[in-house]
């Protein structure tokens, strides 16, 4: 773990994730820079993409940035330890790269739908549908094989970390979009074309 420090309009920000995780960690102090002084006081919130950051300000005049705890319950629980919300960050960013698709944010608090014991079946796919109410992805997870659809529950993005954490990576996916995968791989990525634009891992 390493703490990272940056004076934005004379105030110390302090981030604190593992080191390999520093580049995010500087495109995350690249948009404070852009926030306009009189904003970053503390209790400041800012969503990016899946996470929400805060600052908190130290008796030392120093700000820390912390995020919800998604190792617990991140209605409730903060963090000063950015590493999660920031490997998320990067997991959908390199995959987007890898496709050359302009993403859509899932927030982690964003409902994704699912037919019931779907995630322990070998051969799943995720299709993501633009008309949802807000506080919803648009997600729905489904079987390859069987079609049946009566039960149906929801649950909480980040609830996937613990559960199936591969498909992390590809939530920040656009509407219209589908992704096959088979055990923790993915086989296809279906555009809104139904074209396969997945290339795999031959990068």
Do not use: C, H
Not at 12 to 35: K, N, S
Request: glycine share 6%.
């Amino acid at each position: 773990m390493k703490k990272f420090e940056k004076m934005i309009v004379g105030k110390t920000i302090i981030a604190t994730a593992e080191e390999v995780l520093e580049p995010q960690v500087e495109i995350l102090f690249a948009i404070l820079e852009q926030i306009e002084d009189k904003e970053l006081i503390n209790g400041f919130s800012l969503q990016i993409g899946w996470s929400v950051y805060y600052l908190y300000e130290r008796e030392s005049g120093d700000f820390i940035l912390t995020t919800p705890d998604y190792s617990k319950n991140p209605f409730e629980d903060i963090t000063e330890d950015l590493t999660l919300a920031l490997w998320v960050q990067l997991e959908q960013s390199d995959f987007l790269r890898k496709i050359d698709v302009d993403g859509l944010s899932t927030k982690f608090s964003d409902k994704i739908i699912l037919s019931k014991g779907v995630l322990e079946l070998e051969e799943i796919f995720l299709q993501r549908n633009g008309e949802v109410e807000k506080g919803d992805s648009g997600w729905y997870i489904g079987s390859v094989e069987d079609d049946r659809t009566e039960e149906l529950y929801a649950l909480y993005a980040y609830q996937l970390l613990k559960i199936k954490p591969e498909i992390i990576q590809v939530l920040a996916l656009p509407n219209d979009y589908m992704v096959v995968f088979e055990g923790k791989e993915i086989k296809a990525v279906l555009d809104e074309n139904d074209v396969d634009v997945y290339k795999g891992d031959t990068e």
